[in-house]
């Protein structure tokens, strides 16, 4: 297995698999859009809001399109699409002057999003079982998503000095542009064998009737239907609520009177400051998701993904007294542990998703996924929201974890059944 190992992560393949995983996340501008945003376009928060919403819409109409569209006219070909779509937003973005200039730029980065999504990991599906590899995938995926994470942290820590040394913030845009341009090309370098097109010719009414025979026969299957609501539904909470600890660790790092440069002033601090920790953060996770793979060694991946889901349930419980009794030090460190705990899941949540679904619909699996990640998103925002206003957001970790340990109950994937994957 060791052996075999070693084998994998020297092959040319997989190094570019890797190689991808780490361009794709160097968004140098990432930590600070919400500040171009508002001193550099001057828009107030409710236009940021709606901008964001726009970008939310149109990776959800899109999502399962662009699977589907990856599935019958090429991963590859889509791929080299998605990265077409986000440097024209990042042109757009560094032009940006006005609202409907930002507009169109967080319509190009949707789509960019949303044919992304899914596909790259049905192109490491193909490989492996090209080279005889697939039962190997939690090892393969993980190893990926850890360069990614690195991509991630190198990014928060390129990040703080391209926005001190920059003339101007919008400037951080075009960095941004470089890496995607090489990841293009990447894919381009791609052997054919991963693009795997069932049409040749584009139809617009073949590809709506094979659209909806698709969707029925994925939403038919339960095992994966469960599979599909567990990971999306992780995701969600996670993304929703670690928004609710962020201006607690902000309020620590301001009161805590750390600081990085004397004669600096305290909103450079705090951006220095942040920038580190979730540098930092990204650094361990990286490791977690590269390792995750040793646990399959005495637990099946279905098995973890319920552990992991009932462990954040835990996590959000504790995180209620925590907060109630003002132990801000366990607070920043069960902020930490989710980020681990999230990256850990999601090589599971690959893995068990490829022995449940069928060679020719993995991209769209995928795209559901990411697409039930936005429902409810969209769903659980404003509730979560409410029950943080009306009760407090302490009472909403622990009613949060209550209910996450209830409904894993009904989550729980048995592996009784086989599936041909071919």
């Known amino acids: 297995m060791a052996d075999l190992h070693e084998l994998i992560k020297k092959n040319r393949q997989i190094k570019k698999f890797c190689l991808y995983g780490f361009l794709k996340n160097l968004r140098f501008f990432e930590p600070y859009l919400y500040i171009y945003l508002m001193q550099v376009v001057h828009l107030n928060l409710f236009q940021i809001g709606t901008l964001f919403s726009i970008r939310g819409i149109i990776i959800y109409l899109f999502e399962i399109p662009s699977g589907i569209f990856a599935d019958q006219y090429g991963k590859k070909t889509e791929l080299m699409i998605c990265f077409l779509f986000y440097i024209a937003s990042f042109f ?21 999003e949303a044919f992304r999504s899914g596909t790259h990991k049905a192109m490491i599906y193909s490989y492996l079982e090209q080279k005889g590899w697939f039962e190997h995938k939690t090892f393969v995926y993980g190893r990926t998503r850890s360069f990614s994470l690195i991509g991630s942290s190198l990014s928060a820590f390129v990040s703080i000095l391209l926005i001190i040394r920059l003339p101007r913030m919008q400037s951080i845009f075009l960095f941004s542009i470089i890496p995607y341009l090489i990841d293009f090309l990447l894919i381009w370098s791609y052997p054919d064998t991963l693009n795997e097109p ?12 094979h659209s909806i025979e698709q969707l029925k026969n994925i939403f038919a299957n339960r095992p994966l239907r469960k599979v599909a609501v567990s990971s999306s539904l992780f995701d969600a909470i996670f993304k929703v609520l670690k928004d609710y600890i962020q201006p607690i660790l902000n309020d620590i790092i301001l009161v805590s009177g750390i600081y990085v440069v004397a004669s600096m002033e305290a909103a450079t601090q705090l951006k220095i400051i942040l920038g580190i920790i ?18 399959n060694q005495k637990f099946n991946s279905d098995k973890l993904m319920d552990i992991s889901f009932d462990i954040l349930g835990a996590v959000f419980f504790i995180t209620f007294f925590a907060i109630k009794t003002k132990i801000m030090l366990i607070v920043i460190l069960l902020y930490f542990f989710l980020y681990l705990l999230k990256d850990g899941r999601r090589p599971l949540a690959v893995d068990v998703f490829g022995d449940y679904m069928k060679k020719n619909e993995r991209a769209t699996v995928l ?8 429902f409810f ?6 509730l979560f929201g409410y029950i943080a206003d009306r009760f407090g957001v302490a009472t909403l970790f622990l009613v949060v974890g209550l209910s996450i340990l209830l409904l894993n109950r009904f989550l729980r994937v048995e592996k009784n059944l086989s599936f041909d994957i071919i």
């Open 367 to 374: 795209s559901i996924d990411s697409q039930l990640s936005s």
């Open 278 to 295: 979730y540098g930092v953060i990204y650094i361990f996770s990286s490791w977690v998701s590269g390792n995750v793979y040793r646990l």
């Open 198 to 209: 069932v049409e040749t010719t584009i139809s617009i009414k073949k590809f709506i009737t």
């Open 92 to 112: 757009f973005f560094f032009w940006g002057g006005s609202y409907a200039i930002v507009a169109v730029a967080m319509v190009l980065f949707g789509l960019g």
């Open 377 to 382: 998103m969209i769903v659980l925002a404003p």
